[in-house]
């Protein structure tokens, strides 16, 4: 008979998050460890507990969650499981990294950008590209062979991301780009076909008057569902809803993907003991959604 599927959260904020512990419940696991304020340095007993207690053949059963409000805190809990995996021995577990929900809303706002646009040269614009969820979808596109702008207040904060999207795909398209006054906002817009805010929750971006009816721009994907939103004239439910001939997807349009994302990558834990899903991983899952 098979073992109870059991998820191991391990969440570098003091409460684990409660959403990220019933969406495991919702997408098939019967139990859910929940470890909050996790260091890495903790991290090896926990790995240890996960992957010493059931036999190669029964750990597909168990697997690890990482989730933190601090994307780079899930990253360094992400380094410290995969360097106590003993995978020569057959005893390690599959890991899924969604901090903040980073990958799985990425994932599910460059799905909706494939479904209206080819991916492959296309010219992107990511707003609030320096922030986690930003970096990823800029990551993404760009592994998809699209064009990309990243777009920050402070060009040296976006040179940054676009520095770190090369060092692992050095064919990467991506130019950093000042996007903190209207005529830096203006030029950065130029030849765009799509535009993705990913900024900050309650700050708006984009004002109506700077991208509709705007030649050439086909697509504007806004992920902030607190008002004041990151797109004016966006609504937050629109999911491919066309305004003055631009395909728009406001944050609840896109929440509804990333949902379905987010539990499909849970449910694929399970079936395996040898995965380890971060961005690429879990748009590659989007694909099938
Ligand atoms: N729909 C969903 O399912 C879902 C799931 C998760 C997150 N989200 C949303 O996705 C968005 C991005 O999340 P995140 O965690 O990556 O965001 P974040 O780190 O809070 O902010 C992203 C970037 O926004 C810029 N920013 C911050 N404050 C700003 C301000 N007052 N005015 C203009 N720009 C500002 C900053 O870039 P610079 O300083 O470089 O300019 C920052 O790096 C958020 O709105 C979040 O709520 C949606």
Redesign the pocket.
Known sequence: MDKKKILIQLDSDPQPSVFDRIVAIDAGADEVFSYGGVRPEQVRDLVHGAIFTRGPKDLKNTAIFIGASDVAAGERLLEEVRRHLLPQFGLRVSVLLDA???NT?AAAAVRAAGRHLDLKGAAALVL?G?????QRVARLLARQGADVRVG???RA??EKVCDAIRSTASSAHVEPFST?TTPELQSAIIGRASIIA????G?Q?LAKAYWAKYPGLKLVID????PPL?IEGVEVTDKGKERDGIVCYG?IG??DT?MKIHKAAIAKLFESNDQIMDAEEVYALAAGI
């Open positions: 903040n929900g980073a809303t609030g320096t922030g986690p969820v930003g920050s207040r402070q904060r976006a903190g990913a900024g900050a929750a700050a971006l992920l902030n569902a607190v990151g944050a896109v929440g990333k």
